[in-house]
């Protein structure tokens, strides 16, 4: 007899293979997979801070040198991990809905790029991303994957030490004004970028299966997405290793990690990876 579980996937997929327009929502757990920290909760210090202290408008202004040793020593982590099966599931599964004329969009809370290693396209990065920068002064943007993002940085960062303060004109500069730059991220205190809930907003609308993957469903607005599919009688399918505010309202919930459950539920065959 069938597990319980099993009969879900099934049900799931055949939900799946009706769907024409796809959304995704991932969270810090979908990266935690791949050995990433989160800086939330216990343990979560880097030195003595939190990462509260650090990603704020006030932090940098007071210290851009902690604040960029910070994210490099964020930015040099995440060089050293590598997007894991869930990760790989979904470009797959969005290069396939392509093939077939579907619509399969990712909403990620993550700044880490994983994502975009593993091959995904259609893909909103609500919350910023480690290796963009937008200039303090003329708010350019752009991508900036170097190693060290400059000079200065090089050798800092690290956890256990609290070398002197960099120079703030020693800091990453913007490649055409040649002022500070700081991450293109959203800083605890800060609205996500009116184009980017546009584009979120627009998936919403279009979407016909909602899946939520590794997120804490506590942090708003993404954590009030699933309600409003719900209202819509949205099919939503809940991947997690603990129990969400999300879960009394999925149609589905499967229990576990995501880069064993995920393979599963998109019917991705990953024997090649």
């Known amino acids: 007899m069938a597990s319980s579980t099993t009969v879900k996937i099934a049900e799931f997929r055949r939900l799946l293979s009706h769907a024409h327009s796809v959304l995704v929502l991932t969270g810090a757990g979908i990266s935690a997979e791949s050995g990433i920290p989160t800086f939330r909760g216990a343990g979560g210090l880097w030195r003595q801070f939190k990462a509260t202290d650090l990603a704020t408008q006030t932090a940098f202004a007071r210290s851009p040198s ?13 060089r050293t991990k590598q997007p894991n099966k869930a990760h790989i599931a979904l470009a797959k599964a969005e290069k396939r809905f392509e093939k077939e004329g579907k619509r399969f969009n990712v909403i990620t809370q993550n700044v880490d790029g994983l994502h975009r290693r593993a091959g ?12 963009m920068v937008q200039c303090t002064l003329c708010q350019f943007i752009e991508e900036n994957d170097s190693s060290p993002i400059c000079e200065s940085l090089r050798n800092r960062g690290s956890p256990d030490v609290n070398p002197p303060e960099i120079d703030e004109k ?14 293109h991220i959203v800083w605890f205190g800060e609205h996500i970028w009116d184009d ?7 998936e919403i609308q279009l979407c016909d299966l909602f899946i939520v993957i590794g ?13 409003i599919l719900a209202e819509r009688n949205i099919p939503i399918a809940e ?18 990690p995501a880069a064993q459950i995920i393979p599963q539920l998109l019917s991705v065959n990953l024997n090649n990876e």
């Not at 902690?66 to 995440?78: D, N, P």
């Not at 980017?196 to 627009?202: C, H, N, P, R, Y």
């Not at 997120?215 to 309600?227: D, L, M, Q």
């Not at 290793?241 to 229990?255: D, L, Q, R, V």
Request: charged share 20%; with cysteine.
């Open 66 to 78: 902690l604040v960029w040793e910070f994210y490099h020593y964020r930015r040099e982590l995440v």
């Open 120 to 131: 995904t396209k259609n893909l909103i990065e609500m919350h910023g991303n480690l290796f």
């Open 170 to 183: 020693d800091l990453p500069r913007c490649t055409k004004c040649k002022s500070l730059v700081r991450p």
């Open 196 to 202: 980017v809930l546009e584009k979120i907003q627009k």
């Open 215 to 227: 997120t804490s469903s506590v942090v708003y607005p993404a954590a009030g997405y699933a309600s």
């Open 239 to 256: 991947v997690n290793i603990e129990t969400t505010p999300s879960t009394s309202i999925a149609t589905y919930h499967f229990h576990g």
